[in-house]
């Protein structure tokens, strides 16, 4: 267990839906970030928060979005979803928004568009 | 043209074999380099990260940063069955209010017994 708590693991859901997808960080990191893999792309990083704020985005379509709550748990809404939209998405957190020696990921949420 | 491109195998080779995994990059700015290790099914976990250029080794695991020809390398000797797994390289520009994490597509590699 890397101490990053990810939920659902799996989704499946239809063309034209909203999800969440849920990420508590491991205890005493304050930088959450999501990732998203495809088997075509790898993991491309979609955003980044830093207690609360946002601090980074990547390549993170209009129809997502995000949030880092007080109590320091993400939210990654994804709406209007296309069959494109199929992954892994990934959270992953460290201490600061200065730590460059990597960070801890979570297991994932698998989400099926049908 | 990606900035990180990692070649995605399979690689598959017996166990015991050196095992030679590589990514290329084309940002200069990136100053530290880290190799992942996944799992299927799993999220990425840590293996080992190298600031700059050089050398660095921990136990069977090597890894390789040549800056000059922006080349990266992670060496696994005495390779293992439970060393198949995904190996994802990833590299972070110093400096900035962020630390993005940018990784290659990652190799897929099958150790056999």
């Known amino acids: 267990d890397s101490g990053v708590t990810q939920t659902p693991k799996h989704l499946i859901t239809a063309t034209g839906q909203r999800v969440t997808l849920r990420c508590s960080p491991r205890?005493?990191?304050?930088?959450v970030y999501w990732y998203q893999q495809s088997l075509d792309q790898g993991l491309q990083f979609l955003i980044q928060?830093?207690?609360?704020?946002?601090?980074a985005k990547g390549n993170i379509l209009e129809r997502f979005s995000a949030q880092q709550f007080p109590d320091l748990h993400s939210e990654l809404n994804l709406s209007s979803l296309e069959l494109g939209d199929s992954a892994l998405y990934f959270c992953?957190?460290?201490?600061?928004?200065?730590?460059?020696?990597?960070?801890?990921f979570g297991s994932g949420t698998r989400l099926t568009v049908v | 043209q990606k900035e990180v491109e990692q070649d995605p195998g399979p690689l598959s080779v017996p166990e015991g074999a050196i095992v030679s995994l590589n990514c290329t990059y084309s940002?200069?700015?990136?100053?530290?380099f880290m190799w992942y290790r996944q799992y299927s099914r799993k999220g990425p976990e840590l293996l080992m990260y190298?600031?700059?250029?050089g050398n660095k080794e921990d136990g069977r695991f090597t890894a390789q940063v040549d800056k000059s020809s922006k080349y990266i390398s992670l060496f696994i000797r005495d390779s293992q069955p439970s060393d198949s797994a995904t190996y994802l390289c990833?590299?972070?520009?110093?400096?900035?209010?962020?630390?993005?994490?940018?990784f290659g597509t990652g190799t897929l590699l099958a150790v056999q017994p």
């Open positions: 992953a957190s460290s201490v600061t928004t200065g730590n460059l020696y990597g960070y801890t």
């Open positions: 205890s005493g990191d304050l930088s």
């Open positions: 928060y830093y207690n609360g704020e946002e601090r």
């Open positions: 940002n200069s700015a990136f100053q530290y």
């Open positions: 190298t600031y700059s250029s």
């Open positions: 990833a590299m972070s520009a110093i400096g900035g209010a962020t630390n993005k994490l940018i």
